[in-house]
């Protein structure tokens, strides 16, 4: 049995902005179980607005802003030692740039580069990596760069990509657009735009999904929205399958178990009951004779990769309504 630690049980703030409108260098933690915060070393740089992550015992902070302008500053907190040490500044300084840890990499990709005195204001297709095994910044080239300017926009690592999406850029309305960089390809890809155009999204990756939630798109926004991937390859081996739509965990499913196809043509992966043709994203479920599968509405006639033999590779948008998410 796993020995639960107190330390599982800590929330951190760092940094922020008082009333005064000025950046603090607080770090405090609180405690859970004993219902209340706790002072840390402050943080050596004062800001608000920062990106931080959670990498073992290693709590990263990264940019964030004073007064205005943006910062480049780079520190980590080790919660054990309770110690901050400084890490080499971020290449560049942009205002609402994201930041996406992946397993040896640390990409700050995009933002608004502000201007002061006689520069203007220019929105970003910069990409900077960190490489975290070797402690410093890699030089990269423009032909990595983001295809799209963007900055304030969603972001994560899913599926082995750095996804973004969405965000302002060059243009008077927001952005729709999506895209996904390769690491082990160096290579952007294309990806299915927004349902719900938006900038200023919160996000996060839960169960190979990047969520969106909330956001501003003229005004406040409530929508909450997940791009989830399917694998390319071949289908898992389930033999006859008996398909039936439903929700768990708020996710839009359909779930496979052995027993008789009365709703779906295994030849064509056409499901004749709900008219549709389905593109499934694989997760192993509880049960080893089950798997769960993601539905798509595509209006087309390319096969579902259901069976084995049939190959599939599809990102896809789905929208939270009241049973849960749905594909759009």
């Known amino acids: 049995m796993r020995k639960e630690r107190s330390s599982d049980y800590r929330v951190y703030a760092a940094g922020g902005m008082g009333l005064d409108l000025r950046p603090h260098n607080y770090m405090q933690h609180y405690d859970m179980l004993k219902d209340i915060w706790v002072s840390l070393a402050a943080m050596p740089t004062p800001r ?39 890490f080499p500044n971020i ?60 900055a304030d926009f969603v972001s994560g690592y899913l599926k082995g990509r750095v996804v973004v999406a969405g965000g302002l850029g060059n243009q008077p309305t927001v952005l729709e657009s999506a895209e996904a960089f390769h690491p082990e390809k160096n290579k952007w890809e294309c990806l299915p735009p927004m349902p719900t155009p938006r900038c200023a999204c919160s996000s996060v990756v839960v169960k190979n999904c990047l969520l969106a939630v909330g956001g501003v798109n003229q005004g406040l926004s409530d929508a909450v929205e997940a791009l989830t991937h399917g694998h390319k390859g071949k289908s898992p081996s389930l033999g006859k399958g008996h398909y039936m739509s439903h929700s768990i965990s708020g996710i839009a499913h359909l779930i496979c178990s052995r027993g008789t196809p009365d709703e779906m043509d295994q030849t064509s992966g056409y499901n004749r009951k709900a008219g549709r043709i389905i593109f499934p994203v694989w997760q192993r479920g509880n049960s080893t004779d089950c798997w769960e599968l993601l539905a798509a509405d595509v209006q087309g006639t390319k096969r579902a990769g259901i069976f084995e033999g049939w190959e599939y590779s599809q990102f896809l948008w789905c929208s939270q309504g009241k049973n849960g998410f749905t594909p759009v």
């Open 48 to 86: 608000y607005a920062a990106a931080s992550f959670l990498r073992g015992t290693k709590i990263y902070v990264l940019g964030g802003r004073q007064s205005k302008y943006a910062i480049n500053a780079f520190e980590v907190f080790d919660t054990e030692t309770r110690s901050w040490t400084k």
């Open 91 to 150: 290449p560049s300084k942009r205002a609402f740039s994201t930041f996406v840890p992946t397993e040896s990499k640390l990409f700050s990709l995009g933002g608004l580069r502000q201007g002061r005195l006689y520069r203007q204001p220019k929105f970003m297709r910069t990409m900077d990596v960190f490489d975290i095994e070797q402690g410093g910044w890699m030089k990269m080239e423009r032909s990595f760069f983001l295809k799209k300017r963007r």
